[in-house]
């Protein structure tokens, strides 16, 4: 059952326009929404996050929108560069007692930025 | 950066061998993780600490098991590898922010290949 889908397996976009990267979540408990990049052979880190009382996080060239009536997050990155290109996982926390910060991840979206 | 070291970096073995990984870090977190990251399944949690000498499963524990004599250290065992656990394997730290939020951060990963 998974619980957090990212239903794009790759995205590709030109350099300088948007990129636009979803994910869905079935579990109504998640209250913590994180994105992390992944360039290959390196381990993921993280980009940027958003908690449940929020709709909307910024932080420079992203932003993550988050939609808890749909059960829907985005990560847009605005302009897109070529150095942006690597694999975008969404992940999902739901806090409290000894389960804070157990993250519940994606399958990931791969990103290609064209030149 | 956080410090966050994983050895080996690489490993072969065979079927039926135990395998340990370990993960250190530098940074005082409280929480560690261990993740298998394997191709359409994003990452996936094996087992995660919340303090010495404290663990728990996570959604794919079956055939590991973990320990946390100290706060830097978390060694993950395979106790008798199988192919299914060729994959590549991420340690992550965490700590509360100042936010509330508890973002992990991950090591660079060990790769395993069980033959």
């Known amino acids: 059952d998974q619980q957090v889908k990212q239903n794009s397996p790759s995205l590709s976009v030109q350099e300088g326009r948007i990129s636009i990267l979803n994910c869905d979540y079935t579990?109504?408990?998640?209250?913590?929404f994180l994105w992390y990049k992944k360039y290959p052979a390196e381990g993921p880190t993280f980009l940027i996050s958003?908690?449940?009382?929020?709709d909307k996080n910024e932080d420079g060239r992203f932003t993550v929108f988050l939609n808890k009536s749909a059960k829907h997050l985005s990560l847009h990155i605005v302009p897109s560069q070529p150095g942006d290109s690597a694999v975008y996982f969404c992940a999902a926390s739901a806090a409290g007692g000894t389960s804070y910060g157990k993250l519940t991840f994606g399958q990931g979206t791969i990103l290609t930025v064209h030149p | 950066d956080a410090g966050i070291t994983q050895s080996p970096r690489h490993k072969v073995t065979e079927t039926g061998t135990p395998v340990t990984l370990r993960c250190h870090q530098t940074?005082?977190?409280?929480?560690m993780y261990w993740y298998r990251q394997d191709p359409g399944h994003g990452l996936r949690l094996i087992h995660y600490?919340?303090?010495?000498?404290?663990?728990d499963k996570g959604e794919v524990s079956d055939g590991y098991s973990v320990s946390r004599s100290k706060t830097e250290d978390f060694l993950l065992t395979l106790e008798s590898a199988t192919s299914s656990q060729t994959s590549v394997y991420f340690c992550?730290?965490?700590?509360?922010?100042?936010?509330?939020?508890?973002?992990?951060?991950f090591g660079p990963g060990t790769r395993l290949t069980v033959t």
């Open positions: 579990n109504s408990m998640f209250d913590y």
């Open positions: 600490s919340y303090g010495v000498k404290d663990t």
């Open positions: 992550a730290i965490s700590d509360k922010g100042t936010s509330g939020s508890y973002e992990q951060y």
């Open positions: 940074e005082n977190h409280r929480y």
């Open positions: 958003i908690s449940s009382i929020k």
